[in-house]
């Protein structure tokens, strides 16, 4: 099961003093969490698009984090926010996006 952060003053920590890395379609924050597991959190702008555009981006980005947890490491926050170009790429391109952050931040095994 995925771990979430749902807190406003998880994300506004991770905001304020996470590291941040970004690329054209994602920014990711990652930030310590004090806990045995890693969460994720994921931010989509209202003006990426309409509720259906937005929650379709979520799910994606929620399926690519399923298949590369076992392989990050425990005990952060990854905080994902998208970009307004997203709606327009594919979930092949979202997903090298994606792992092209998790090998620059250096939060695999």
Avoid: C, Q, W
């Avoid at 890693?38 to 003006?47: L, N």
């Amino acid at each position: 099961m995925i771990k979430t952060v749902k807190s406003y003053f998880d994300f506004k920590k991770a905001y304020e003093k996470g590291k941040s890395f970004g690329n054209r379609n994602l920014i990711l924050y990652i930030r310590k969490n004090d806990l045995d597991h890693t969460r994720i959190g994921i931010t989509v702008s209202k003006k990426t698009g309409n509720a259906v555009v937005r929650n379709k981006i979520r799910r994606r980005i929620k399926e690519i984090y399923r298949e590369v947890a076992p392989n990050l490491k425990e005990g952060f926050d990854l905080i994902f926010v998208v970009r307004r170009n997203v709606p327009g790429i594919s979930f092949k391109e979202l997903k090298s996006a994606f792992h092209h952050l998790i090998r620059i931040s250096k939060m695999e095994k």
